[in-house]
């Protein structure tokens, strides 16, 4: 059965604010800069799934204060 991010698998991680602000900026960076029809291939992930992620990591980051 393939991955999907409707289905979450809880995992537990520990990573800097900076790693944080990593892993959001990069997945906006990569619908900015790789064509969408190429990452599902590039990375597995759909721009809206890219995006999804990406927003559910920012609001975990302003939650915890942290500033992006």
């Known amino acids: 059965m393939k991955d999907s991010i409707d289905n979450p698998v809880e995992f537990n991680i520990l990573v800097t604010e900076r790693e944080l602000r990593y892993f ?15 990452l599902p291939n590039y990375c597995g992930l759909s ?8 927003m559910r990591l920012r609001e975990f980051a302003d939650r915890k204060g942290i500033e992006i």
């Open 47 to 54: 721009k809206n799934e890219i995006i999804d992620v990406s």
């Open 24 to 38: 959001i900026s990069c997945g906006i960076a990569l619908i900015q800069n790789v064509p969408e029809d190429s």
